[in-house]
């Protein structure tokens, strides 16, 4: 990738910057990240629900760091909530990430800084919070960035490496 590409994703991914860490959320494994203000949306059940302004969707091993200590990291999608058994993906709070999820106090937390390393590694800074999406394989897509309510092209991490597509 030409650097002036890698320069237009990076000005991108800074969009976030200034905006509000809204939730965490999962659809089986695939971890879905909110950021900016929330509008109401319907899901594909009819199901009223509330999305960002962007989002970073998150298919790789993560972690979130608060005060020093790994406080949701992408195992916990697996786990069940009393960690004794492999979670059931298909339903909502059925493993650990659903209920640590939900457990982060994530009120008045603004996005501070956003770095991409040159293995297409995703740091996303807040005040109390440190985002760490690791890129392990290039054989599938491990991250997607993108403005929910936009034609705008994603910002992709996958087997062609970063793209925008």
């Known amino acids: 990738m030409e650097l002036m590409d890698r320069n237009k994703i990076i000005v991108n991914l800074n969009r976030i910057v200034n905006k509000k860490l809204s939730y965490f959320r999962r659809s089986l ?6 950021f900016g203000d929330l509008t109401v949306e319907y899901d594909r059940h009819n ?11 998150i298919q790789c ?4 760091i608060k005060n020093d200590e790994i406080v949701l990291n ?15 993906l298909d339903d909502q709070n ?6 640590k999820a939900k457990a982060l106090e994530l009120d008045n937390e603004v996005v501070t800084g956003v770095c991409l390393n ?7 800074f807040t005040q109390n919070y440190l985002i760490q999406v690791f890129v392990i ?3 599938c897509e491990a991250w997607r960035f993108f403005e929910i309510k936009s034609d705008e092209p994603h910002i992709i991490v996958d087997e062609d490496g970063l793209s925008f597509d």
């Open 29 to 34: 494994d695939l971890v879905c990240i909110g």
């Open 47 to 57: 199901n009223k629900c509330f999305v960002g302004e962007y989002a970073l969707h």
């Open 118 to 124: 040159d293995n297409n590694d995703l740091f996303v």
């Open 137 to 139: 394989s290039n054989e």
């Open 61 to 64: 091993p993560f972690r979130v």
């Open 94 to 99: 059925s493993c650990l990430f659903d209920f």
């Open 74 to 88: 992408s195992n916990d999608i697996y786990l069940s909530p009393e960690q004794d058994g492999i979670a059931n």
